[in-house]
């Protein structure tokens, strides 16, 4: 089975891609971090592979996964493989370490952990922007060459490099994550413009309910977990964060459409 988290679309075209050649049905992480129950239980064949296919966030996991990994039980597991594929613009740090940690505290061990670098999306602070075309159209067509080497080294079993840790991943992973994770997950400075044409596209796509419509218009509660998702997949570029991103691009990917919710 492959859990996966998206907010513009890299994740779950990977995950799309894994789940079409390897076979494992697709679980919105998402979807299933809205059940009320306190342990979230999935039975486990003996001949399958588990998949956390999830993006990068200031250099460690989506704080989703986490959450969901907390609440995760796994019936019949006994040490099949569990493999983490992450999406990133450009590094991931010591993600790899982060959820096996998580994975640990539920007695799951992580096998092997691969990336996939993917466009540039994280727009929120200064300094951070999308890819030029030219960038984002190479990580585009080198990505399929990538997953499909993943998918190889899956099932030949066999050891691997495909991970992308970058420079100084203890600062990164270790610290400015937690920070990430501490102090900008929860308050935002979302915000809609006289662009927004109520079709709430943005309240369907948010993961953590944190968008609801009223009078027709977004507002956003605080509970943003920077996902991105809303601001880039307005179809008409109605929502802003502040006045940091009215100069900045947009990017979702090509082959996810906004009928593909989360």
Request: aromatic share 8%.
């Given at each position: 089975?492959?859990?996966?988290?998206?907010?513009?679309?890299?994740?779950?075209?990977?995950?799309?891609?894994?789940?079409?050649?390897?076979?494992?049905?697709?679980?919105?992480?998402?979807?299933?971090?809205?059940?009320?129950?306190?342990?979230?239980?999935?039975?486990?064949?003996?001949?399958?592979?588990?998949?956390?296919?999830?993006?990068?966030?200031?250099?460690?996991?989506?704080?989703?996964?986490?959450?969901?990994?907390?609440?995760?039980?796994?019936?019949?597991?006994?040490?099949?493989?569990?493999?983490?594929?992450?999406?990133?613009?450009?590094?991931?740090?010591?993600?790899?370490?982060?959820?096996?940690?998580?994975?640990?505290?539920?007695?799951?061990?992580?096998?092997?952990?691969?990336?996939?670098?993917?466009?540039?999306?994280?727009?929120?602070?200064?300094?951070?922007?999308?890819?030029?075309?030219?960038?984002?159209?190479?990580?585009?067509?080198?990505?399929?060459?990538?997953?499909?080497?993943?998918?190889?080294?899956?099932?030949?079993?066999?050891?691997?490099?495909?991970?992308?840790?970058?420079?100084?991943p203890g600062l990164k992973s270790y610290?400015?994550?937690?920070?990430?994770?501490?102090?900008?997950?929860?308050?935002?400075?979302?915000?809609?413009?006289?662009?927004?044409?109520?079709?709430?596209?943005?309240?369907?796509?948010?993961?953590?309910?944190?968008?609801?419509?009223?009078?027709?218009?977004?507002?956003?509660?605080?509970?943003?977990?920077?996902?991105?998702?809303?601001?880039?997949?307005?179809?008409?570029?109605?929502?802003?964060?502040?006045?940091?991103?009215?100069?900045?691009?947009?990017?979702?990917?090509?082959?996810?459409?906004?009928?593909?919710?989360?």
């Open positions: 089975m492959i859990f996966y988290f998206t907010g513009t679309g890299n994740s779950l075209w990977v995950a799309k891609t894994l789940s079409e050649t390897l076979g494992e049905p697709l679980i919105s992480i998402a979807d299933e971090l809205h059940k009320e129950e306190k342990d979230l239980i999935y039975p486990v064949r003996p001949d399958e592979k588990i998949l956390f296919v999830y993006p990068v966030h200031s250099w460690g996991p989506a704080v989703l996964v986490i959450r969901f990994i907390s609440r995760l039980t796994l019936t019949g597991y006994t040490g099949q493989p569990v493999y983490s594929v992450s999406t990133c613009g450009d590094e991931c740090g010591y993600t790899d370490r982060l959820i096996g940690k998580a994975l640990g505290k539920r007695a799951i061990s992580l096998t092997a952990a691969y990336s996939v670098i993917m466009p540039n999306n994280y727009i929120l602070l200064p300094g951070f922007d999308v890819d030029g075309k030219d960038v984002e159209e190479r990580k585009l067509q080198d990505a399929p060459a990538r997953v499909a080497e993943i998918i190889r080294v899956i099932r030949e079993h066999q050891q691997n490099t495909l991970y992308q840790t970058g420079s100084m610290w400015i994550y937690p920070l990430f994770a501490h102090l900008a997950i929860g308050s935002n400075s979302f915000r809609v413009t006289d662009a927004c044409i109520s079709c709430g596209l943005c309240e369907r796509i948010c993961p953590t309910g944190t968008i609801s419509l009223q009078g027709g218009k977004p507002v956003w509660a605080n509970t943003c977990v920077q996902c991105v998702a809303c601001i880039h997949r307005c179809p008409v570029r109605a929502i802003e964060y502040g006045k940091g991103t009215l100069k900045k691009g947009r990017y979702h990917h090509p082959e996810i459409n906004n009928k593909q919710n989360r």
